[in-house]
Nanobody, 122 residues
Framework: QVQLVESGGGLVQAGGSRRLSCAPS????????MGWFRRAPGKEREFVAT????????YYANSVKGRFTVSRDNAKNTVYLQMNSLKPADTAVYYC???????????????WGQGTQVTVSS
C-alpha cells in the first residue's frame, strides 16, 4: 500500500523555523510532482507549494512566498518544506501529496499523507 508520511511538525515560536519532511513508502515518487498543502483551524485545506520531479521548478502560494522553500532529494526519496519567519497564521496541519503533473489543484493529487501539525505561538 502506497503511503506518504510527513514528519517534523511541532510547536515553534513566531519568527522561528521548522523543516517538514515527506517520505513515501511502498514506491518511489521520483517521477512525480510533489505538493504541500495545509489546513488551518476552521478553514479549508489550501495549497502551499509544489516542486517538479527534478527539483528544478517550484511554485508557492503568495502567503508563504519568500518564507518557505520546497526541495527534494530523490536519492533519499524525500521532499522537504523549510519554513522560516513563521507566523501564528501558519498554524495548521501540513500535508504532502503526489501528482503526475504540475498543479495546485487538490483533486489532481493522487496520493496524500496523514498530515503533521505545526503550531506557531505568538
Amino acid at each position: 500500500q502506497v503511503q506518504l508520511v510527513e514528519s517534523g511538525g511541532g510547536l515553534v515560536q513566531a519568527g522561528g523555523s521548522r523543516r517538514l519532511s515527506c517520505a513515501p513508502s511502498g514506491r518511489t515518487f521520483s517521477n512525480y510532482f510533489m505538493g504541500w498543502f495545509r489546513r488551518a483551524p476552521g478553514k479549508e485545506r489550501e495549497f502551499v507549494a509544489t516542486i517538479n520531479w527534478s527539483g528544478t521548478s517550484t511554485y508557492y502560494a503568495n502567503s508563504v512566498k519568500g518564507r518557505f522553500t520546497v526541495s527534494r532529494d530523490n536519492a533519499k526519496n524525500t521532499v522537504y518544506l523549510q519554513m522560516n519567519s513563521l507566523k501564528p497564521a501558519d498554524t495548521a496541519v501540513y500535508y504532502c501529496a503526489a501528482a503526475r503533473g504540475a498543479t495546485i489543484r487538490q483533486d489532481e493529487y493522487d496520493y496524500w499523507g496523514q498530515g503533521t501539525q505545526v503550531t506557531v505561538s505568538s
